[in-house]
């Protein structure tokens, strides 16, 4: 049975197997494991099952995908020629013009061609099942191909099968107690939704006018999210499926530039469709580096360093986002990296940011924080307390700043009273000593009742600390 800790962390959706696969494969070399010698055998003399060998290339597979080694996913679809990782691997990679074809093929086969192609490959793995969630999802995949001038009543009929197709399947396999079921068709009614609304976007794209009720949409996009416990990969087909929404309205806002000549609302419009994939993929580093990821965090970093280095989007359109990719480089290299190199490179770029007056004060904080929190956990007490408190007084309303102030304060007064007292202390040394303590002891309960002012929600974290200050004060 799981401890509470381990039931809080573990991802409410995802079997118990998934997390620790993903991460061991990101661990080591991936490129190693893909070998057929390092695959479990399977044979006279296995140690295995045949159910476990099939879990296990199921696990390895779709770790692939949510570790972005589309190189590897496409040498394994090749020796096993299985047609679902193929339309999965085409979206992917968004190769739009086999993907159709591949769709194509398999949406216009009835229930009786889908019957008897199982009947005649049913050792085979390249066919599609009549019912199952992975044929919602490439009904799904249409309404994003779809979703051109021209193709509006296709389109119309489309979205009602999807509709259809997937009641159905919720129907039919609803479980009658909660389980993981209902969550995994939460997620699929969110992304038919957000195919559908994404879909009549691209197709009213033609009308520049009402370029602004696509910016509302998106809005409300940005508070429909899943729950930090949701895997990686439900991140990913979320906030990859808007990215793919966005680029496709860019490209046709681009095409009505050259017809129509450049204006005001047009460029306003592409860096907008900008700002919106760069909060996602920054998004996905902040989940990807929460789940213990971190070289797919790097991956997603990276790929919006180029858009936010550029000289041209130095305004203030991407000001916060800017701030975002040195917030989360700076977790992830203080928390990852063991090179003194790479720390010091991110110390240059946060010192740059600084020196920087365009920024917000609690955004200097807030690395600042960062800086504090660091030099803490290194045991550099000193310096902690200066940018501690150098964030404190830029904003003295963040509940993280105070609380690491008060764990430092805890730790200073902790080890002075676990330090062994000599009977024949001088009466001055003692009184310093124990007024150094009180000042300890003070800051420390101003830290934690600060930060439980700030932040009520976390009280259960906090608490535990203040109380353990006064047995410290009254043992």
């Known amino acids: 049975m799981l401890n509470p800790d381990e039931r809080r962390q573990r991802p409410a959706n995802m079997a118990p197997r998934e997390p620790a696969f993903v991460k061991k494969l990101e661990d080591q070399d991936a490129d190693k494991l893909a070998k057929s010698s390092c695959f479990p055998k399977a044979g006279s003399n296995r140690k295995i099952s045949d159910i476990d060998l099939r879990m296990w290339e199921g696990l390895f597979v779709k770790s692939l995908r949510i570790l972005k080694r589309f190189d590897l996913y496409k040498d394994i679809l090749e020796n096993m020629y299985n047609r679902e990782m193929k339309i999965d691997y085409l979206w992917c990679v968004k190769d739009l013009p086999k993907l159709e074809e591949e769709l194509n093929h398999v949406l216009a086969q009835s229930p009786k061609q889908i019957q008897g192609s199982i009947a005649a490959n049913r050792n085979k793995k390249d066919t599609i099942s009549e019912n199952s969630i992975a044929r919602v999802k490439y009904h799904l995949y249409q309404n994003f191909i779809l979703g051109n001038p021209g193709h509006q009543e296709k389109f119309d009929l489309n979205f009602r099968e999807t509709i259809k197709l997937a009641i159905k399947q919720l129907c039919e396999n609803l479980p009658l107690y909660l389980d993981r079921v209902h969550n995994e068709y939460h997620i699929l009614f969110q992304l038919i ?3 559908i609304e994404g879909g009549r976007n ?7 006018k009402r370029f602004s009720e696509f910016r509302q949409a998106f809005n409300i996009w940005r508070e429909r999210l899943p729950h930090d416990c949701e895997t990686i990969l439900v991140w990913q087909e979320l906030l990859e499926n808007r990215n793919f929404v966005f680029r496709r309205l860019s490209d046709n806002i681009k095409e009505q530039t050259r017809n129509q000549g450049v204006t005001e609302q ?6 907008e469709d900008q700002v919106d994939i760069v909060w996602n993929n920054l998004k996905l580093a902040e989940i990807s580096r929460k789940q213990e990821l971190p070289q797919l965090a790097n991956y997603y970093l990276q790929s919006v360093k180029d858009i936010l280095v550029d000289p041209s989007t130095k305004g203030d359109v991407l000001k916060l986002e800017r701030f975002k990719m040195l917030y989360e480089t700076f977790k992830l290299v203080t928390k990852y990296q063991t090179d003194s190199n790479k720390i010091k490179e991110v110390n240059l770029a946060a010192l740059e940011f600084f020196q920087n007056k365009d920024y917000d004060l609690w955004m200097h904080a807030e690395i600042l924080r960062l800086e504090g929190e660091f030099a803490l956990s290194k045991g550099q007490l000193n310096s902690a307390k200066e940018k501690l408190l150098q964030s404190i007084n830029k904003n003295r309303k963040e509940a993280k700043t105070w609380i690491s102030y ?9 080890e002075s009273v676990d330090q062994p007292q000599s009977e024949d202390i ?8 124990d007024i150094k303590d009180e000042r300890s002891s003070c800051n420390a309960f101003k830290g934690y009742f600060c930060g439980l002012t700030l932040n009520q929600s976390k009280s259960r974290f906090i608490m535990p600390h203040i109380f353990n200050l006064c047995k410290l004060q009254h043992p």
């Open 426 to 433: 001088d009466a001055e040394v003692k009184r310093a000593k």
């Open 266 to 271: 047009l460029t306003r419009g592409q860096e």
């Open 193 to 195: 939704t957000e195919s």
């Open 406 to 414: 008060g764990r430092l304060n805890e730790l200073v007064f902790k």
């Open 202 to 208: 691209i197709l009213m794209s033609s009308e520049i």
